[in-house]
């Protein structure tokens, strides 16, 4: 049973921190499209970051894709084994 949830704890880790790269870019404004860009820092710097928002966002949608899986998984026993095999297997 902890063998179950801690695997299921680490795929969604693995879900969450991959859709936190692809949602951090969201609405993102930089200091160059604000036309204030602060001394020291590069022009592609964000005016305001909000981390909150981010990190909402990323839990949400990677809530959506983990139940996906989850319910292809179990439901319709989608798994590793019904997908194309992409490396040829040879017989000795």
Not at 10 to 25: H, K, S
Not at 61 to 74: E, M, N
Request: charged share 10%; hydrophobic share 50%; with cysteine.
């Amino acid at each position: 049973m902890a063998q179950q949830i801690f695997s299921t704890c680490a795929v969604y880790f693995v879900v969450w921190w991959i859709t936190l790269f692809a949602v951090l870019p969201f609405g993102l404004r930089t200091q160059a499209e604000d036309n204030h860009v602060i001394l020291g820092t590069i022009e592609s710097a964000p005016t305001k970051f909000r981390a909150a928002r981010v990190v909402l966002i990323t839990t949400l949608v990677s809530a959506v894709i983990y139940g996906a899986w989850y319910v292809s998984a179990h439901y319709f026993g989608f798994g590793f084994n019904s997908m194309p095999q992409i490396i040829p297997h040879y017989d000795d």
